[in-house]
């Protein structure tokens, strides 16, 4: 039994032995190849781009909200409101004017007892919103006093934006590269050192900010002036070179 106990104490300290050897090794190894492939020296630097262009395009969301005892006569005032509306709009005969329903919802609505206790149901809301998207600018409040006037009570929103944002986007990419590359080059020579090529390259947006005008609870203007504004599309680009 005392041989077995040496033989197993001589087994696990030649273990431990050849456990510490491969540590060594390893960390040997390891500075070796960091010698011999040293870390590159890199730079790394952001260009950010924003492009300012006018608009091309509008949505505007027209809404009509009704309220009856009963469901069925929210809902009849309702589409009765909404079909003048938009058989106004239509009337103008915007070319490429376009023309959809966004949200359609049909609530109940009730009274709470100040002193408590169950509501008391008073009736039903309808409300039935429609997106119309032009191309012409310059009848967006035309097209708002129109709907106003036939029925739409509520103005949801007014948003200008493009129809077609890739070129502009490509264009604030263009120069957020152009800008973040010549913050390369002039940390580098401000080192004295110079730019060898380009290690990595990634992109954030861009991102286009449409103009938004104010959303109005109802619209009752005789003439609703409209002003378009400029859109902001921005881009980031971060570079990352190898210098020598």
């Given at each position: ?193 110079e730019v060898v090529r380009i290690l990595n390259v990634t992109e954030s947006g861009p991102t286009m900010i449409p103009v938004r005008d104010m959303a109005y609870a109802r619209a009752e203007m005789a003439s609703t002036p409209i002003e378009p504004g400029t859109i ?13």
């Open positions: 039994m005392f041989m077995q106990i040496i033989e197993t104490k001589k087994i696990l300290s030649t273990f431990a032995i050849f456990t510490a050897l491969f540590v060594i090794a390893g960390s040997v190894s390891a500075q070796m190849t960091e010698q011999h492939h040293p870390r590159t020296p890199t730079i790394n630097t952001t260009g950010e781009a924003t492009v300012a262009v006018q608009p091309d395009q509008a949505r505007i969301e027209l809404g009509v909200t009704t309220q009856a005892e009963t469901s069925d006569a929210a809902v009849t005032q309702n589409a009765e409101k909404l079909t003048a509306t938009l058989a106004a709009i239509r009337a103008l005969q915007i070319a490429g004017a376009e023309i959809k329903t966004v949200s359609y919802t049909l609530q109940p609505s009730y009274r709470y007892p100040r002193e408590g206790g169950e509501p008391e149901l008073t009736g039903y809301t309808a409300t039935n919103f429609v997106r119309i998207t032009i191309n012409d600018l310059t009848k967006v409040g035309t097209v708002i006093d129109a709907g106003t006037k036939a029925g739409a009570n509520r103005v949801q929103s007014l948003q200008f934006t493009l129809q077609d944002d890739r070129p502009v986007k490509a264009q604030a990419l263009r120069e957020a590269a152009q800008q973040a590359r010549e913050k390369s080059n002039a940390l580098a020579g401000a080192l004295g050192l902001e599309i921005k881009a980031t680009v971060t570079l990352t070179v190898e210098v020598k």
